[in-house]
């Protein structure tokens, strides 16, 4: 199989994610009658914003009237209001995808704007930066450690990973964060509660950084502790695994040093799953992600999520979901070429 | 594999033995309450403030008190259905109801609260006198009150408070606040005005002797007598009940309104079973049968069933789950049914291959060959060989969903009706019991849910080696 094939099979995986999410979206949204009820309040929100431009120009009520009830027919028309919501699928689903989503219900921006959008991109670099840190922390931790355990299998410190790799299955992240706030903040008031800037924030560019980098060490502890374990237990049975083949023995034999052997041998061979086992943990990483954020009140999409079921605001809801599955699938895409970098078979 | 020798297997591995008596303690536990407790206990009490009205706010557990060197004041409630004491009167009687308590705390009770239930009375409307008497032998009337009278056209017997019980806080009353500033500068000699009783509250004076300027805790034995009087030989009085509140209450303390966490920790044992142990068996049941049907018949069903897997399998869950329980409104059942639409898929990919393998092996061919139903070889033959290994999915299916729902109702789309301990950590969360470190809100309910999901975890680890007899041999 050549490069490009495997990559058009994988992504039309991912491109079927997509679509499905989307056709869940807006069939869910048709099926309540939440779409009519999101666009009816698109239509009256522009119908006001006329209406006061109109006033200037139009001076008889009677006639403002009119030409305003004229113009929320066309809107009605444009909106597809005035078919049944299957008939509209086409339109919803271009809507979605373009996150032409009108306004939040009280969310607004930094800058003051309520488009449902804007909100969305402004918060996306912060859920960037938190979950790439952490996952690349949680990767370079993860490698480190299991390649050593792999080496000493059984002993102590093997069981104990083994163990608490088992038991990080079963360990919420958001409870995780709460608990590091209880004794990291409140007990030990060593680090922030939450937030990402303080208050005030410093006024330099270095001192903004080092604020951000201040506020976002426990949000990353977290998000590093709930997926260490396992990550540190799969590139151990990985490492092990692989150091059982026979041409690992057979290097040995050779009398190679063991630190090529290891490095030219076992994990060059073993780096495909190790990468395989990262991309699984993925959806894993963005859902911690949506929850430690809004225990750190991390202004990311997550904390945008919570808010956005506090305020009942379902545009922002809707969005969110859409952009998370992007996200996912975009990185998902990108770890796939990542994988065919690394496995020689698929490339060749 | 024959059923007994999972069950044997599973009890040779430490993890398995643990993992057993664990699981066994959360049936025992759910058990428990669902033979005690009312089904609608979310909505009745739960969700009810006026039944913890009596409670003290965001009380600390009993035994916290161990760790300090000041003794705090333990909640008490008091209940009284028969008088202590009848005394005869000329045209009336008198029951005298009297609450004993040894008092030995540092510090005043948080409020007294005194309620009565079932009135019954005939001629004249009983009369209510509570006395307050303390171990110096002081006392003090600090309440009375009369039971309000037949209203027009109302005929004897006249019924009051069967309904609704009378419930007065003590120590916010207006007439008991004048009556212990009499008390104050009269047995005690300290002159204090009605508005700083008002504001300070009169525990601090009830409990405690004036001793060198300032008020001392007075430990011992305090008494408050409850007299009824009567005027008819058929009057009678229901059930009385005084309230000394504590700060400290119960095993695990109280939430901000004042519910008693460890009923709403324990509603959560049979919920989170029932959450995990639901959706893990409806998941395999789909996911196997699924798994079953793509691997065995192949063609296009085979094909139809693997893309469409493939697809819901990687779907990141929990925006999509935030987004249907979103709009579908908080159900449980609701969460049920998508986490079982969201997760079958991962079980029939690899059901699916492990058809294909056993499907050409040579005793399922020998069936075929004897003539054997379709339906027969997979029920028979092909099923029986898959079996642990699908016990064991199953297993590992429900801590997720445990923590699933436990995640949706921290983002606060749990199912309000059903009190679950996602629900009490929301609750903590958003009332900011986190930054004033009201632990005892915040931990057990979480270690709850990390213990249930952890059992799920060990049972499935102490099954490996049943299922993956490779590891049996490495062992």
Redesign the interface.
Known sequence: MGVARVLTVRGA??F??LV??LL??VV??GA?G?SDRLLNAQVSETLREQRQSLAQTIRDPDQLEKVLESKKQELLQFYGLDRPWYQRLPDAIIRVFTLDLGSARTLRTVGGSSKVSELIFERLPNTIILVTTALAITAIIGLWVGVRLAVKVGSRLDRAVSYLS??S????S??TG??F??IF???LHLLP?GGIFSAPSPSDIFGKVLDVVWHAILPILTLVAISVGGWTYSVRTMVLNTAQEEFVTAARAKGLPESIVMRRHILRVAAPPIATSLILGL?GS??GA??TE??FNWPGMGRL??EG??SFD?AV??G??FM??VI?VVA?FLLEVLYIVLDPRVRY | MLRRSVVKELLKTGSGRVGSIFFLVLIGISIYVVATYPLDFGVRSWRNPAVWADYPKAAPPVWTNLLSNLRSAEHQVLDKSQPTQILMGETSRTNVYEFRTNFLSDEPPTLISFTLAGVTFYERSPLLNIRFIRPDQNQLLLYSFVVPGPTAGEQAPIKRYYETPLRVALSNERSAISAVADFSRSSLGVDVDTAQLTREGILKILFSSPEAGHFRILKGVYAVQVAVELYDSRDSVGSLRLVLGGSTFGVLGTDSIGRDLAVGILFGFPVALFIGLVTSTLTTLVGAFAGIVSGYFGGKTDTLIQRVSDILNNIPLLPILIFLAFIFGQNLFVIIFVLIAFSWPGLTVIMRSMVLQIKSEQFVEAARVLGASRMKIVVQHIFPQTAPYVLAQMIFLAPAAILAEAALSFLGLGDPSIPTWGQILESGFRSGAVYVGFWWWIIPPGLLIIFTAMTFVLIALGLEPAVNPRLRRLR
């Open positions: 995986t991912l079927g994610v499905a999410v869940i979206l869910t949204l309540t939440v088992a038991a299955n079963a360990l919420p958001w409870w709460i608990i706030i209880l903040s409140v007990q509660i959806a963005l859902g949506i929850l809004t225990v999520f919570y079921i506090l379902e809801v809707v969110l979901t998370f599955t996912y998902r």
